[in-house]
């Protein structure tokens, strides 16, 4: 059974930093597990649409980052025996960054939210002005 259990969401002020957290654990229908995945951020604001945030891939040496969060976003991983945690260290966060966020897994480097299928709960991100 596959699990992406995201935390770290919460009220901030702008210019403040929250640590997002997804803790991904189980093993796939191909039998692969979480720590063999690249993994993504993506995040949805009332009435948008899930927009990518962040992806990092399996070993942790590549990354990318949404134009609107480069710079001031940084996503890591670290992989441990079947297991992965995901963060998104986020600074400078602004009213703009006000969103559900979303931990994701696919096994190719994919962008597109409909490229990947499994899928955390969400955490909340709200930054006041």
């Known amino acids: 059974q596959v699990q992406l259990v995201e935390s770290g969401g919460g009220l901030v002020q702008a210019g403040g930093s929250l640590n997002l957290s997804c803790a991904g654990s189980g093993r796939t229908f191909n039998r692969y597990y979480m720590n063999s995945y690249v993994m993504g951020w993506f995040r949805q604001a009332p009435g948008k649409e899930r927009e990518f945030v962040a992806r990092?891939?399996?070993?942790?040496?590549?990354?990318?980052?949404a134009d609107s969060v480069k710079g001031r976003f940084t996503i890591s991983r670290d992989n441990a025996e079947n297991t992965v945690t995901v963060h998104l260290q986020m600074n400078r966060l602004k009213p703009d960054d006000t969103a559900i966020y979303y931990c994701?897994?696919?096994?190719?480097?994919?962008?597109?939210?409909?490229?990947?299928?499994?899928w955390g709960q969400g955490t909340q991100v709200t930054v006041s002005p």
């Open positions: 990092i891939d399996s070993g942790g040496r590549m990354t990318s980052y």
């Open positions: 994701a897994a696919n096994p190719l480097w994919r962008i597109r939210p409909d490229e990947f299928a499994l």
